[in-house]
């Protein structure tokens, strides 16, 4: 090649000692689906994930135990409140634990995160009272600050062409904990009524019936915070060097235009790198999307279980709390068949974006048919709701890994810690409101049962669906902004 065509060329560089280096060269050198790493993501994302709604099963006979209602109708305002308690732990820490994974690392912060689990809901499942209840959810949510980090830690573990697999691995494990956290809670809650043989009234686990389902849980958070100890850190940290991206070397031509226009074209990539993460829209329009998509699935969950275990002549199902713990087991298994060979499918045709739109439009018929399912009885009764359960979870778990992957392809790996901590503390503000507009609404419909307009739990159906159909009118353009026409501009 002649001297007056040389190129300049960009040679990457790794620095010795940096943890994200290391994964970086890892990347490089294995080329196939990195099922260590996804099996480490599952576990973490589950220990995180099943606490936050195991509650919902018993809560409905928590809140009773604990007198505090003055009717039977007024249980689920109460309700509403506990299950709102967790969330808004989180509003205040989320992005604070954000930066602490960008300055730190993810492992730390998910340790940290297990831990608390561990603890917290431990001390739960002892409540005594309804205003120790808040508490402890309220402290499970404030140091429960891992979902962020490892949706940052999944993308970067997963060479471009996985990070799909990976969001999806991370959606499917959390929508996985969000079926069988309740189904467990519904098992093993109040153990001393369903299994008396095993468990004696006087026993511990008879003068604290929900105490079971809770240590169960925190005993695998203490696994999971164990296994965390071999997860491999992602987070560049070169001294005194940069920190957070990659680095490299330019070997120049003689050139010199050419180094300094490329020199130029590096400058600024770096400066819009750096820039705010309020002002990246491509950012900001995924988050608000997958906001509102969590405010109607946070108050669906909490409406599920109430409504279950409600009296028939309140338009419920009467079910017992072992009874929805069947219906979420069930659910679970259909969840995970669904991911695993159905949702590859669908993504790799139609894109997440298309997938999240067509699966939050059939969400809307279906809840429209859910207040018809309580006239029905016997064994039509459990396959019809059972279907309807696996139907909605699935096209749930559909849109939330369509978000987590434009949240994560919007920002620098230096940034991601900083933008999931965003993306879960304003996710925490809608799903603070959500259980407790959730059970308000619910409780509110169970005393409007003969109004003339939408009777009892079809107006909570129905305001469910309008969420719904907002989140859908979100996720197109104008509104919903990709990152690729960002960079593209």
């Known amino acids: 090649m002649a001297e ?3 190129v300049l060329l960009l040679k990457k560089v790794y620095y010795e000692g940096c943890p994200g280096c290391a994964m970086d060269q890892r990347k490089e050198a294995r080329r196939g ?17 099943l ?9 409905y006979f928590m809140i009773r135990d604990f007198h505090i209602a003055e009717t039977e109708e007024d249980i689920g305002y109460y309700a509403g409140f506990v299950g709102a308690s967790f969330m808004l732990g ?6 604070l634990w954000g930066i602490v994974a960008d300055r730190y690392g993810r492992k730390p912060v998910m340790i940290l995160g297990t831990i608390s689990v561990a603890v917290f809901n431990t001390l739960f499942g002892l409540s005594s009272t309804f205003w120790m209840a808040i508490w402890t959810r309220f402290l499970l949510g404030s140091f429960n600050g891992l979902v962020g980090s490892i949706k940052a830690y999944a993308c970067e573990v997963c060479r471009e062409e996985y990070q799909a697999l990976g969001m999806s691995t991370l959606s499917t494990s ?6 069988v956290g309740p189904a467990l809670g519904g098992f093993l809650a109040q153990p001393a009524e369903k299994f008396p043989n095993a468990f004696s009234k006087y026993s511990l686990f008879g003068r604290f019936p929900y105490f079971l389902p809770c240590l169960c849980i925190s005993a695998f958070a203490v696994v999971v915070a164990i296994a965390c100890l071999w997860l491999p850190e992602t987070l560049h940290k070169h001294k005194g060097g940069i920190r957070g991206t990659n680095s490299y070397d330019m070997e120049a031509s003689s050139d010199w235009n050419d180094l300094k226009e490329k020199k130029d074209e590096i400058d600024c990539k770096k400066t819009d790198s ?3 993460l309020f002002k990246n829209w491509p950012l900001m329009s995924s988050i608000i999307v997958y906001c509102v998509f969590s405010l109607h699935d946070m108050a ?11 009296p028939k002549h309140n338009g419920g199902l009467s079910y017992t709390s072992q009874d929805v713990g069947n219906i979420l087991a069930i659910t679970g298994i259909g969840l995970i068949l669904y991911q695993l060979f159905l949702y590859p499918t669908f993504a790799r045709i139609l894109g997440p974006v298309r997938t999240l739109q067509i699966s939050a439009a059939l969400s809307v018929p279906l809840l429209s048919i859910y207040p018809l399912i309580a006239s029905l ?17 699935a096209l749930s778990v559909s849109i939330t890994t369509g978000t987590f992957i434009l949240q994560n392809n919007a920002v620098p790996q230096h940034q991601r810690g900083a933008a999931n901590g965003i993306c879960m503390t304003a996710m925490s503000i809608f799903k603070t409101i959500g259980p407790a507009a959730g059970g308000a609404f619910f409780s509110w419909a169970e005393k409007r049962r003969v109004a003339s307009f939408l009777p009892g739990v079809q107006m909570v159906f129905f305001i469910l669906n309008v969420i719904e159909v907002i989140g859908i009118l979100m996720s197109f353009k104008p509104f919903l902004a990709l990152p690729e026409e960002e960079l593209a501009h």
Do not use: D, M
Not at 174 to 179: C, F, Q, R
């Open 4 to 6: 007056n065509e040389q």
């Open 33 to 49: 689906v990195p099922y260590r790493e996804l099996f480490f993501i599952w576990i973490v994302v589950l220990g995180a994930v």
């Open 51 to 59: 606490p936050v709604a195991s509650l919902f099963p018993f809560l």
């Open 90 to 95: 989180r509003v205040w820490s989320s992005y």
């Open 174 to 179: 959390w929508g996985v904990g969000l079926i």
């Open 274 to 276: 750096n820039k705010s």
């Open 300 to 310: 669906y969950t909490e409406i599920f279980s109430l409504w279950v275990v409600s």
């Open 377 to 393: 009885s016997g064994l039509g009764l459990f396959i019809t709701i059972n279907i309807a359960s696996v139907l909605k979870n």
